[in-house]
């Protein structure tokens, strides 16, 4: 799909020099990759502290 974008080219040859990698499309894949990849971790974060805990759960009988 082409997409026309206007994109601050300082900090997209900065992301080519920092990402290692040889073309724009490519950086701008692994960015667009790493923001979704890091908002769904984020959304996993979040939920500690507010699912029920198993009090039977046994968690030192997997250890062998």
Same mark, same amino acid.
């Given at each position: ?11 997209? #040859?900065?992301?080519?020099?920092? @990402?290692? /990698?040889?073309?724009? =499309? *490519? ?15 984020? #959304?996993?974060?979040?939920?500690? @502290?507010? /699912?029920?805990?198993? =009090? *039977? ?8």
């Amino acid at each position: 799909m082409a997409t026309n974008l206007s994109i601050d080219t300082d900090l997209l #040859e900065e992301a080519l020099v920092v @990402g290692g /990698l040889n073309t724009k =499309k *490519d950086t701008v894949n692994l960015a667009l990759l790493e923001f979704v990849q890091r908002r769904k971790q984020q #959304e996993i974060i979040e939920l500690f @502290g507010h /699912l029920p805990c198993d =009090k *039977d759960y046994d968690y030192k009988k997997g250890r062998k």
